[in-house]
């Protein structure tokens, strides 16, 4: 008769357990102190040894001569308690669970043991019992005769009542890492001869989750899959995508590439897989990259093949940390919501599109990932122009009339005065520039004259520059000196990050200072930033601003301007700062 491999190589004797070392050591010295509880509760995730234990621990306190607190398996009691014996009993409290089971335990545990000193009664998955079978069952748990354990075992205490949890010593179950997985599995496989690869080992341990019988059921199959236990036949059985394929849609998801990542979803779900396990299999890759790009050891923690660790090391090296972790957050959320929606299809390419799309967020998160996408761009050469936002190509300015072609119109603004006027960011109209109509003046003047005459004339040369005067606060409004900086900062070489992040900005004077408040905590503190407030400084001393600050929204002013400004207001009266 076949044994499953989790039955097969179950563990007989505490040494023998994968991990668990604290509740061993418990049950081994009350054993050998001869100092045994009459009601346990085992606790913990499936797969992790509760029953195995519970069973140890039944033999090992009616066995004659144990060894280290195991038993010994050799003495009379040992050998028939292994064949099978009344003294040792499980009950399946999911299909045992009425109040007349327990009614028939209570009445069964009143006789004396057969073979041994104790009678064991192990109750799995004890959370199942009705209120009534609970009931039933305190009191005996209670108060049980001298001869009676009880082992209560169950994946959720919280669903038992407080009654039963208050008679139990409770001994809780952890999760057993992946090191001691691999382990475990490499010994089974020596044991029976299976030639295997690392790779195939680790992630057979990987996909255990911390079970050791769930990695045991995984590797049963994959083990009958090839002759040899391989990477991909492991993949193959447990389902998941191609991995070059997922790898390639997440490269486009995180370097914003729309339509190959819908394309690459589009492909993965033509060959039967579900999205479900698409979305398992980019979120696992996922965090692979992101494993890649904070650990210096990351190519030993992924435990992948070569060549499949260098292409998750590409993407993690060309990818932005922020965008990872957007992608992450987007994919988590729509992975709980599936089980609500009625296109999961639809739901994780709308999921898809959000992270490769962060313009259509408006979130502060996919701003950032926007604006270190731009930085990017720029550092790998980018001309400053491909940066600059949609709403500024539409104000571009038409480009003056050559000689050889004249002018269509008899009107026609100059080259160096953009159509940006003061009153995009003010309701009162604009001022008519002192340069713009001496330059308007000429034009209409040649438009009178003959076509020979206009193309021999040669323009006048343009005036000298002039030194920059100081605004006075009472004679520019706040808004008109924005807009005069926006205007300048757009014709700087390579400023397009910093248009981007000074466009929502709102302008206040106080006193003399410029205050530009921004209600994104981010942009305030990149603006804050050397670079960016060396270059802001210049573009303002230009136009005549000697003092600016930028504050977020709802920030309490600096203590100098309250001071300056009581000292204004109350100027009869003596201020003292302490």
Do not use: W
């Not at 097969?8 to 102190?33: A, C, T, W, Y």
């Not at 914003?256 to 990542?261: I, K, Q, S, V």
């Not at 779900?269 to 999205?275: D, I, T």
């Amino acid at each position: 008769m076949h044994l499953s491999l989790y039955r097969r190589f179950r563990p007989d004797s505490f040494d023998k357990m994968v991990r668990q070392e604290h509740i061993v050591r418990i049950l081994k010295n009350q054993i050998e102190g001869n100092s045994i509880g009459h009601a346990y509760l085992f606790t913990g995730p499936r797969g992790t040894g509760k029953t195995t234990i519970a069973r140890i621990f039944a033999r090992a306190v009616n066995c004659e001569h144990p060894k280290d607190g195991s038993p010994c398996g050799q003495c009379p009691t040992c050998r028939a308690l292994q064949e099978g014996s009344l003294d040792i009993s499980e009950i399946d409290a999911a299909s045992n669970n009425g109040v007349a089971e327990m009614r028939d335990l209570r009445e069964k545990v009143q006789y004396p043991p057969v073979t041994g000193k104790y009678k064991v009664y192990i109750v799995d998955e004890v959370h199942m019992l009705t209120d009534a079978a609970f009931n039933a069952l305190l009191k005996t748990l209670e108060e049980p005769p001298a001869h009676a354990i009880f082992i209560l075992a169950t994946t959720e205490p919280q669903k038992i009542p407080a009654t039963i949890l208050s008679r139990c010593m409770r001994l809780d179950f952890k999760l057993i890492p992946e090191e001691d997985l691999e382990k475990h599995l490499r010994s089974i496989l020596e044991e029976i001869g299976k030639p295997y690869e690392e790779e195939a080992v680790a992630a057979i341990a990987r996909a255990g989750a911390g079970s050791d019988r769930d990695m045991l059921s995984i590797a049963e199959a994959c083990i009958v899959y090839s002759d040899k236990l391989t990477y991909n036949a492991v993949c193959a059985v447990l389902g998941a995508a191609d991995f070059h394929e997922t790898a390639k849609l997440v490269s486009a998801m995180l370097t914003f590439d729309l339509e190959t990542a819908i394309g690459c979803v589009e492909r993965v779900l033509a060959e039967g897989k579900s999205v479900g396990v698409l979305l398992k299999d980019i979120l696992q890759l996922l965090s692979r990259i992101t494993v890649a790009k904070t650990c210096k050891n990351a190519e030993k923690l992924l435990s992948l093949p070569k060549e499949l660790f260098a292409e998750v090391k590409s993407i993690a090296e060309r990818a932005d940390g922020r965008a990872v972790l957007r992608a992450t957050e987007i994919l988590i959320k729509t992975e709980s919501e599936l089980r609500f929606v009625s296109s999961p299809r639809i739901s994780l390419e709308t999921a898809i599109l959000r992270a490769s799309h962060p313009e259509s967020d408006a979130d502060s998160e996919a701003l950032i990932v926007r604006i270190n996408h731009l930085e990017e761009e720029l550092k790998q050469g980018v001309s400053a122009a491909s940066a600059i936002p949609m709403s500024e190509v539409l104000h571009t300015e038409t480009p003056a009339p050559t000689k050889e072609t004249p002018p269509e119109d008899d009107f026609s603004f100059p080259e160096e005065e953009p159509i940006f006027e003061e009153a995009y960011f003010s309701d009162e109209p604009a001022p008519r520039s002192k340069k713009r109509e001496e330059t308007e003046k000429p034009i209409r003047q040649n438009t009178l004259q003959p076509q020979e005459e206009r193309r021999e004339e040669v323009p006048a040369p343009a005036p000298a520059p002039q030194a920059v005067q100081p605004i006075v606060p009472g004679e520019m409004t706040a808004e008109v000196a924005f807009g005069k900086f926006m205007r300048t900062l757009r014709k700087m070489p390579r400023s397009g990050v910093l248009f981007t992040m000074c466009s929502d900005l709102l302008a206040a004077f106080e006193g003399e200072t410029l205050v530009l408040t921004t209600e994104s905590d981010t942009i305030a503190t990149a603006l804050r930033r050397e670079d960016h407030r060396k270059a802001m400084e210049e573009i303002f001393a230009q136009i005549g601003i000697t003092s600016f600050e930028v504050r977020k929204q709802g920030a309490k002013p600096a203590l100098k301007n309250s001071v300056e400004e009581l000292k204004n207001d109350f100027g009869d009266y003596p201020i003292e700062i302490k």
